[in-house]
C-alpha cells in the first residue's frame, strides 16, 4: 500500500466518523421518533462505509463482509422493523426528557472532549483509522446518556444500538481489521435477539400499563 | 487392634443411618417406627461405645487409624474418616450419651403418640447422632464443615419439632442465625489454614500453626474461637443456648447440651492443641478469661430462671466456661513449656467435658420426665414431685450433686483438677499474667458455689414440699425405659466420681498425641484410690476415701439417737408449721423468693425491675387486685443483640432506595461507574 492511499483512506475514514457523531448529535435533540430512527438509519450507513473502506485498503474480505451485514441489518432490516412497530403502536413522539436539549447538547460536548482525552495513548498507534477512536467512545457515552435520558422503550433500544455502533467502530480503530469474525456475528445475533425481544416486550409493557413508558416498570418491584 | 474398632464403627454410622431411613419409613406406625429408630440408636451406639473404649484402653500409645468411608468425585472434599485418641475420646461422649438417651427415648417418645410424627422424630435423632459421630471422626476440613453443617440443620430441625408452638420457632430461627455466622467464622478459619498448607486433610494440618505468620495464626486463632465458640455457647455468644435447649424435646435438649456443644469444645481442642502449634501467651489468657466470665454469667443467669429446662441450659453456658478454664490454663501451660501441668489441665478440661455431658444429660433426662408427667415447665408450678415420681427425683439428685460438683461425684473430680491446674499455675509462671490464675480459680470457686445454690433450688422447689398446681398433683412416676435411661447415667456418674483412677489412664493417648506426655501415673497416687495433682506433697484428694470414711461414720449419729434420741419425749406435729393448723402451697418458698437475696447481691448485673398494681376496694386495706411483675434484664439481648439488629435493619433500609425499580436509576449506576473509571483512567 501507498502512502498517499494511506492518507486518503485516513481522511475519508475520519471524514465519515465526524458525520457519525453529528448524526449522534443530531439524535440527542431529535424528539420524532421516525426521524431518530432514520437518523439511526444514516449512522450506521457511515459506519459500513467506514469498514467498507478499511476493507479495501487492507484488501480484508472478511471486513467486506461485515459492511455488507451492516448495511443489511442496521440500513435496512432494523430500521423498518423499528419504524413497522412505531406506527403499530402509534406514538410518534418521545416524552418529555430528563434533561433539555440545550444541556444534552453541552453534557455530549463533555462527553465528546473525555472521549478524546481517554484516546490520547491510542491516538498513534498507526492503525488505519486509529484517530477515530475518541468518536468511538464519545459514541458509546452518548448512546448510554441517551439510553438514560428517553422514557420510551423503543428510543431506548436505538440508544442501545448507537452504542453498539460505537463499539463496532473502536473495534476497527483500536486493530487492523476490526474485531474477529466470530465476535462480530456474535454480537449481531445479541442484537438480532433484543429486537425480538423488544418486539414481544413492547406490546406487553402496553397490554400491562397501557404505556409503553419505563417509568412505569418500576411497579413491578416487591 | 485396627480391625476391630474400624468394623464397630462401620457398623454404628450404618446403623444410625438404618435408624433414621427406618424411622421415615414407618411414620404411620408410630410403635414400629419409635421400636426400629430406637433401637437401631442403641444398637449404633453401643457399637461407637465399643469402637472407642477398645482404641482408648488398648494401648496407652498414641494411634490413628483412618480410612476413606465412602469414594468422592469432588475434589479437596474427601470423606476420609480418622480415629485418634482425641476422635476417640469425643466418641466416646457421644456414644455413651447416645446409648442412655435412645434407651429413655423408647419410654419418652409415646408421649408423642397421635400428637406429632415419632418416626420423624426418631429419623432426625439418628441423623444428628450421625451428624456428630461425623464432625469427631472427620479428616477432612471439608467433609467436617459438611458433618458440621448437616449437624446444625438436623439440630435445626429437632428444635423446631414443636413448631406449633411460637416459641420453638423463634428458638430455631435464633439458632439458625447464629449458628450460620459461626459456621462462617469456621469456614474462613479453615480457609486460614488451607492457605499455608495447600491441602484440606487435618494431617496435613498438624503444628501448621509454626509455618503461619503470626498475624495469620492470631485471626485463625480468633476466628476459631468465635466460630465453635457459638456452638459451645461462650459468652457473649451464647443466646441461642437457653432460647433453644428449653424448646427441644427433652431426649434432644440432653443431647444438644450434652454432646452438640461439645462439638466446639472438640474443635477448639483440634484446632488448638493440634493444628495452631506452639500458641502465645495471650491465647491462654483470652480462653481463661472468656471461660471465668461464661462460667460466672451462666450460672449468674440460671439461678434467677425459674424453667426448670432454660436453668439447665444456662448451666451449660457455665460449665462449657470451666471446660474452657481448663483449656485456656493448659495453653498457657504450653506456652510456658511446662508439658506435665498442661496435660493436667487439658485432661481436667477434658473430663469436665465427658462428666458434664453425662450429668447434664441425666439432668434433662430427669426435667424432661417431670416435663412429661407435669406438662410444665416451670418450676412455680411444680413441687412435691418426689412423693409421685421417686425413682426420677433420686437421679435428679444425683444429676444435682454432680453438678454442684460436691465429692464423691464426677463433677467434685474434675473441677478439683482444674483448681489444682489454676492454682499450681501461679507458681510454675513468671510474669504478671500469672495473677490470672488465682483470679479464675476464685471465680471457680464462687461458680461452684452459686451452682450449689441454683440446684438447691432445683431440685428443692421441683421436687420437695407441696405440689403448686393441679398437674404437679397428678403426676406419676416415669416408664421404666426413661428410669433405665438416667439409671445408666446415674451409674456412670458414680463411677467416674469414685474411680477416677481406674478412668484417668484414657487420657493417656489423648495426652501423647497432643501434648507428648502420659500423667495417668503422676496423677494417680500410689495406693490406687487417692488422686493426686503431680505429687503427693501439691495436693492430693481421695473421692472414694471420702466415701468409705462417710458410711463408716455413720454409725456414730445412728449410735447417738439409739442412745439419747428414742428417750426423748417426742411429738410428732407437720413441718414448719409454725403452730398453724393446715399449710397450703402458698405458702412455701417460691423459686423467686429463694433467689431474691443474689438478684439484690448482683443487682448490677441483672438491674431486676418489678411493678406492681393494686386496685382498691374502698379503702388501701381492701385492695380487689393486685397484680405482681417482677422481671430482670436480658443484658446481652438488650446491651448488644438488640442495637446490632436496629443497626443492621436500618443499614438495609437504607441500602434498599437503591434498588428503586427504575430502569434509568440502574443505567445511571453503570454509566456513572463508567465515567468514573474513564475519568481515573485520565
Same mark, same amino acid.
Given at each position: 500500500?501507498?502512502?498517499?492511499?494511506?492518507?486518503?483512506?485516513?481522511?475519508?475514514?475520519?471524514?465519515?466518523?465526524?458525520?457519525?457523531?453529528?448524526?449522534?448529535?443530531?439524535?440527542?435533540?431529535?424528539?420524532?421518533?421516525?426521524?431518530?430512527?432514520?437518523?439511526?438509519?444514516?449512522?450506521?450507513?457511515?459506519?459500513?462505509?467506514?469498514?467498507?473502506?478499511?476493507?479495501?485498503?487492507?484488501?480484508?474480505?472478511?471486513?467486506?463482509?461485515?459492511?455488507?451485514?451492516?448495511?443489511?441489518?442496521?440500513?435496512?432490516?432494523?430500521?423498518?422493523?423499528?419504524?413497522?412497530?412505531?406506527?403499530?403502536?402509534?406514538?410518534?413522539?418521545?416524552?418529555?426528557?430528563?434533561?433539555?436539549?440545550?444541556?444534552?447538547?453541552? @453534557?455530549?460536548?463533555?462527553?465528546?472532549? $473525555? *472521549?478524546? !482525552? &481517554?484516546? %490520547?495513548?491510542? +491516538?498513534?498507534?498507526?492503525?488505519?483509522?486509529?484517530?477515530?477512536?475518541?468518536?468511538?467512545?464519545?459514541?458509546?457515552?452518548?448512546?448510554?446518556?441517551?439510553?438514560?435520558?428517553?422514557?420510551?422503550?423503543?428510543?431506548?433500544?436505538?440508544?442501545?444500538?448507537?452504542?453498539?455502533?460505537?463499539?463496532?467502530?473502536?473495534?476497527?480503530?483500536?486493530?487492523?481489521?476490526?474485531?474477529?469474525?466470530?465476535?462480530?456475528?456474535?454480537?449481531?445475533?445479541? @442484537?438480532?435477539?433484543?429486537?425480538?425481544? $423488544? *418486539?414481544? !416486550? &413492547?406490546? %406487553?409493557?402496553? +397490554?400491562?400499563?397501557?404505556?409503553?413508558?419505563?417509568?412505569?416498570?418500576?411497579?413491578?418491584?416487591? | 487392634?485396627?480391625?476391630?474398632?474400624?468394623?464397630?464403627?462401620?457398623?454404628?454410622?450404618?446403623?444410625?443411618?438404618?435408624?433414621?431411613?427406618?424411622?421415615?419409613?414407618?411414620?404411620?406406625?408410630?410403635?414400629?417406627?419409635?421400636?426400629?429408630?430406637?433401637?437401631?440408636?442403641?444398637?449404633?451406639?453401643?457399637?461407637?461405645?465399643?469402637?472407642?473404649?477398645?482404641?482408648?484402653?488398648?494401648?496407652?500409645?498414641?494411634?490413628?487409624?483412618?480410612?476413606?468411608?465412602?469414594?468422592?468425585?469432588?475434589?479437596?472434599?474427601?470423606?476420609?474418616?480418622?480415629?485418634?485418641?482425641?476422635?476417640?475420646?469425643?466418641?466416646?461422649?457421644?456414644?455413651?450419651?447416645?446409648?442412655?438417651?435412645?434407651?429413655?427415648?423408647?419410654?419418652?417418645?409415646?408421649?408423642?403418640?397421635?400428637?406429632?410424627?415419632?418416626?420423624?422424630?426418631?429419623?432426625?435423632?439418628?441423623?444428628?447422632?450421625?451428624?456428630?459421630?461425623?464432625?469427631?471422626?472427620?479428616?477432612?476440613?471439608?467433609?467436617?464443615?459438611?458433618?458440621?453443617?448437616?449437624?446444625?440443620?438436623?439440630?435445626?430441625?429437632?428444635?423446631?419439632?414443636?413448631?406449633?408452638?411460637?416459641?420453638?420457632?423463634?428458638?430455631?430461627?435464633?439458632?439458625?442465625?447464629?449458628?450460620?455466622?459461626?459456621?462462617?467464622?469456621?469456614?474462613?478459619?479453615?480457609?486460614?489454614?488451607?492457605?499455608?498448607?495447600?491441602?484440606?486433610?487435618?494431617?496435613?494440618?498438624?503444628?501448621?500453626?509454626?509455618?503461619?505468620?503470626?498475624?495469620?495464626?492470631?485471626?485463625?486463632?480468633?476466628?476459631?474461637?468465635?466460630?465453635?465458640?457459638?456452638?459451645?455457647?461462650?459468652?457473649?455468644?451464647?443466646?441461642?443456648?437457653?432460647?433453644?435447649?428449653?424448646?427441644?424435646?427433652?431426649?434432644?435438649?440432653?443431647?444438644?447440651?450434652?454432646?452438640?456443644?461439645?462439638?466446639?469444645?472438640?474443635?477448639?481442642?483440634?484446632?488448638?492443641?493440634?493444628?495452631?502449634?506452639?500458641?502465645?501467651?495471650?491465647?491462654?489468657?483470652?480462653?481463661?478469661?472468656?471461660?471465668?466470665?461464661?462460667?460466672?454469667?451462666?450460672?449468674?443467669?440460671?439461678?434467677?430462671?425459674?424453667?426448670?429446662?432454660?436453668?439447665?441450659?444456662?448451666?451449660?453456658?457455665?460449665?462449657?466456661?470451666?471446660?474452657?478454664?481448663?483449656?485456656?490454663?493448659?495453653?498457657?501451660?504450653?506456652?510456658?513449656?511446662?508439658?506435665?501441668?498442661?496435660?493436667?489441665?487439658?485432661?481436667?478440661?477434658?473430663?469436665?467435658?465427658?462428666?458434664?455431658?453425662?450429668?447434664?444429660?441425666?439432668?434433662?433426662?430427669?426435667?424432661?420426665?417431670?416435663?412429661?408427667?407435669?406438662?410444665?415447665?416451670?418450676?412455680?408450678?411444680?413441687?412435691?414431685?418426689?412423693?409421685?415420681?421417686?425413682?426420677?427425683?433420686?437421679?435428679?439428685?444425683?444429676?444435682?450433686?454432680?453438678?454442684?460438683?460436691?465429692?464423691?461425684?464426677?463433677?467434685?473430680?474434675?473441677?478439683?483438677?482444674?483448681?489444682?491446674?489454676?492454682?499450681?499455675?501461679?507458681?510454675?509462671?513468671?510474669?504478671?499474667?500469672?495473677?490470672?490464675?488465682?483470679?479464675?480459680?476464685?471465680?471457680?470457686?464462687?461458680?461452684?458455689?452459686?451452682?450449689?445454690?441454683?440446684?438447691?433450688?432445683?431440685?428443692?422447689?421441683?421436687?420437695?414440699?407441696?405440689?403448686?398446681?393441679?398437674?404437679?398433683?397428678?403426676?406419676?412416676?416415669?416408664?421404666?425405659?426413661?428410669?433405665?435411661?438416667?439409671?445408666?447415667?446415674?451409674?456412670?456418674?458414680?463411677?467416674?466420681?469414685?474411680?477416677?483412677?481406674?478412668?484417668?489412664?484414657?487420657?493417656?493417648?489423648?495426652?501423647?498425641?497432643?501434648?507428648?506426655?502420659?500423667?495417668?501415673?503422676?496423677?494417680?497416687?500410689?495406693?490406687?484410690?487417692?488422686?493426686?495433682?503431680?505429687?503427693?506433697?501439691?495436693?492430693?484428694?481421695?473421692?472414694?476415701?471420702?466415701?468409705?470414711?462417710?458410711?463408716?461414720?455413720?454409725?456414730?449419729?445412728?449410735?447417738?439417737?439409739?442412745?439419747?434420741?428414742?428417750?426423748?419425749?417426742?411429738?410428732?406435729?407437720?413441718?414448719?408449721?409454725?403452730?398453724?393448723?393446715?399449710?397450703?402451697?402458698?405458702?412455701?418458698?417460691?423459686?423467686?423468693?429463694?433467689?431474691?437475696?443474689?438478684?439484690?447481691?448482683?443487682?448490677?448485673?441483672?438491674?431486676?425491675?418489678?411493678?406492681?398494681?393494686?386496685?382498691?376496694?374502698?379503702?388501701?386495706?381492701?385492695?380487689?387486685?393486685?397484680?405482681?411483675?417482677?422481671?430482670?434484664?436480658?443484658?446481652?439481648?438488650?446491651?448488644?443483640?438488640?442495637?446490632?439488629?436496629?443497626?443492621?435493619?436500618?443499614?438495609?433500609?437504607?441500602?434498599?432506595?437503591?434498588?428503586?425499580?427504575?430502569?434509568?436509576?440502574?443505567?445511571?449506576?453503570?454509566?456513572?461507574?463508567?465515567?468514573?473509571?474513564?475519568?481515573?483512567?485520565?
Amino acid at each position: 500500500m501507498n502512502l498517499p492511499d494511506f492518507q486518503l483512506a485516513s481522511h475519508l475514514i475520519v471524514l465519515l466518523a465526524t458525520l457519525m457523531l453529528v448524526v449522534q448529535l443530531l439524535m440527542v435533540t431529535q424528539r420524532m421518533l421516525i426521524t431518530n430512527i432514520r437518523l439511526f438509519a444514516v449512522q450506521s450507513l457511515f459506519l459500513s462505509g467506514i469498514a467498507a473502506a478499511v476493507a479495501f485498503f487492507h484488501h480484508a474480505p472478511h471486513v467486506y463482509f461485515m459492511a455488507a451485514l451492516t448495511l443489511a441489518g442496521k440500513v435496512v432490516v432494523l430500521p423498518w422493523f423499528l419504524k413497522r412497530l412505531v406506527r403499530k403502536i402509534g406514538i410518534e413522539q418521545e416524552m418529555h426528557p430528563w434533561i433539555n436539549p440545550p444541556t444534552a447538547m453541552l @453534557l455530549c460536548g463533555g462527553f465528546t472532549l $473525555l *472521549g478524546y !482525552l &481517554v484516546a %490520547r495513548p491510542f +491516538a498513534d498507534t498507526g492503525n488505519l483509522g486509529s484517530n477515530t477512536f475518541g468518536v468511538a467512545i464519545a459514541l458509546v457515552l452518548m448512546g448510554f446518556f441517551l439510553m438514560i435520558n428517553r422514557r420510551r422503550a423503543i428510543t431506548q433500544v436505538l440508544a442501545l444500538l448507537c452504542a453498539e455502533n460505537g463499539l463496532f467502530l473502536a473495534a476497527i480503530s483500536l486493530t487492523t481489521y476490526g474485531m474477529p469474525l466470530v465476535v462480530e456475528l456474535g454480537v449481531f445475533f445479541d @442484537l438480532f435477539i433484543a429486537m425480538m425481544v $423488544l *418486539g414481544i !416486550l &413492547v406490546y %406487553r409493557i402496553r +397490554a400491562t400499563f397501557a404505556s409503553i413508558d419505563v417509568d412505569r416498570l418500576n411497579q413491578l418491584k416487591g | 487392634m485396627e480391625g476391630l474398632p474400624m468394623l464397630l464403627l462401620t457398623l454404628t454410622l450404618w446403623g444410625y443411618v438404618i435408624g433414621a431411613l427406618a424411622g421415615l419409613l414407618c411414620w404411620q406406625r408410630e410403635k414400629l417406627a419409635n421400636l426400629l429408630s430406637f433401637g437401631s440408636a442403641t444398637l449404633a451406639a453401643l457399637g461407637g461405645l465399643g469402637a472407642s473404649v477398645v482404641c482408648l484402653v488398648g494401648d496407652a500409645t498414641s494411634f490413628s487409624i483412618r480410612w476413606d468411608f465412602l469414594e468422592s468425585a469432588v475434589p479437596y472434599l474427601k470423606f476420609s474418616v480418622r480415629l485418634d485418641p482425641l476422635s476417640a475420646f469425643f466418641l466416646l461422649i457421644v456414644s455413651s450419651l447416645g446409648l442412655a438417651l435412645s434407651i429413655y427415648s423408647f419410654g419418652y417418645a409415646r408421649g408423642f403418640y397421635g400428637r406429632t410424627k415419632v418416626g420423624v422424630l426418631g429419623a432426625f435423632y439418628n441423623a444428628l447422632l450421625l451428624a456428630t459421630t461425623f464432625v469427631f471422626i472427620a479428616d477432612n476440613a471439608f467433609f467436617f464443615l459438611v458433618s458440621w453443617e448437616l449437624m446444625a440443620m438436623t439440630a435445626y430441625f429437632l428444635v423446631t419439632f414443636e413448631h406449633e408452638q411460637p416459641e420453638a420457632r423463634h428458638a430455631g430461627v435464633l439458632y439458625f442465625i447464629m449458628s450460620h455466622i459461626g459456621t462462617g467464622c469456621i469456614i474462613l478459619g479453615f480457609l486460614l489454614l488451607f492457605q499455608a498448607s495447600g491441602g484440606y486433610g487435618f494431617i496435613g494440618f498438624h503444628a501448621l500453626g509454626e509455618r503461619m505468620s503470626a498475624g495469620r495464626r492470631d485471626a485463625a486463632f480468633l476466628l476459631f474461637l468465635a466460630g465453635f465458640g457459638v456452638k459451645a455457647g461462650i459468652v457473649p455468644l451464647h443466646i441461642w443456648l437457653p432460647a433453644a435447649h428449653p424448646v427441644a424435646p427433652s431426649n434432644v435438649s440432653a443431647l444438644l447440651s450434652g454432646v452438640i456443644i461439645k462439638s466446639g469444645i472438640y474443635g477448639l481442642t483440634r484446632v488448638y492443641f493440634d493444628f495452631l502449634g506452639t500458641p502465645p501467651l495471650w491465647w491462654g489468657v483470652t480462653l481463661l478469661v472468656v471461660g471465668s466470665v461464661s462460667a460466672l454469667l451462666g450460672v449468674l443467669y440460671a439461678l434467677m430462671d425459674h424453667d426448670l429446662k432454660r436453668l439447665l441450659a444456662y448451666h451449660s453456658i457455665e460449665n462449657i466456661g470451666i471446660i474452657l478454664m481448663g483449656l485456656g490454663a493448659a495453653l498457657m501451660f504450653q506456652h510456658a513449656n511446662h508439658p506435665l501441668l498442661g496435660a493436667m489441665a487439658l485432661i481436667a478440661g477434658l473430663y469436665h467435658t465427658i462428666n458434664h455431658a453425662l450429668f447434664k444429660g441425666l439432668l434433662f433426662l430427669g426435667a424432661g420426665a417431670v416435663q412429661h408427667a407435669a406438662h410444665t415447665r416451670n418450676m412455680e408450678e411444680l413441687g412435691g414431685l418426689i412423693k409421685r415420681m421417686p425413682r426420677t427425683a433420686f437421679f435428679f439428685l444425683i444429676g444435682a450433686v454432680a453438678i454442684s460438683a460436691l465429692p464423691p461425684l464426677n463433677g467434685f473430680v474434675s473441677e478439683w483438677l482444674t483448681y489444682q491446674s489454676l492454682l499450681q499455675g501461679f507458681g510454675a509462671t513468671g510474669s504478671l499474667t500469672r495473677l490470672i490464675f488465682p483470679i479464675s480459680g476464685a471465680l471457680l470457686a464462687l461458680t461452684g458455689a452459686l451452682a450449689a445454690a441454683c440446684f438447691v433450688k432445683a431440685f428443692g422447689i421441683t421436687f420437695l414440699a407441696q405440689p403448686r398446681s393441679v398437674q404437679a398433683e397428678r403426676a406419676h412416676e416415669a416408664s421404666p425405659t426413661m428410669l433405665a435411661g438416667m439409671a445408666l447415667l446415674a451409674v456412670a456418674c458414680v463411677f467416674l466420681g469414685l474411680f477416677p483412677n481406674q478412668f484417668l489412664p484414657l487420657f493417656d493417648p489423648l495426652t501423647d498425641q497432643l501434648l507428648g506426655v502420659q500423667i495417668s501415673r503422676q496423677l494417680a497416687a500410689p495406693g490406687g484410690i487417692v488422686l493426686s495433682s503431680l505429687g503427693l506433697e501439691a495436693g492430693t484428694v481421695s473421692t472414694l476415701g471420702i466415701t468409705l470414711t462417710a458410711v463408716c461414720l455413720l454409725p456414730i449419729p445412728l449410735a447417738l439417737w439409739i442412745f439419747f434420741g428414742r428417750a426423748a419425749a417426742r411429738q410428732t406435729g407437720m413441718t414448719w408449721a409454725c403452730g398453724q393448723k393446715t399449710l397450703t402451697p402458698q405458702m412455701q418458698y417460691t423459686a423467686t423468693g429463694f433467689s431474691k437475696p443474689l438478684r439484690i447481691i448482683f443487682k448490677a448485673l441483672f438491674r431486676p425491675h418489678r411493678a406492681v398494681q393494686a386496685e382498691f376496694e374502698f379503702s388501701p386495706y381492701f385492695a380487689r387486685t393486685i397484680r405482681f411483675e417482677s422481671h430482670i434484664e436480658e443484658t446481652f439481648e438488650a446491651r448488644i443483640y438488640r442495637p446490632l439488629q436496629r443497626f443492621i435493619l436500618r443499614t438495609s433500609r437504607r441500602m434498599r432506595a437503591l434498588q428503586a425499580g427504575s430502569l434509568q436509576a440502574y443505567l445511571i449506576y453503570i454509566f456513572v461507574t463508567l465515567l468514573l473509571l474513564l475519568i481515573l483512567t485520565l
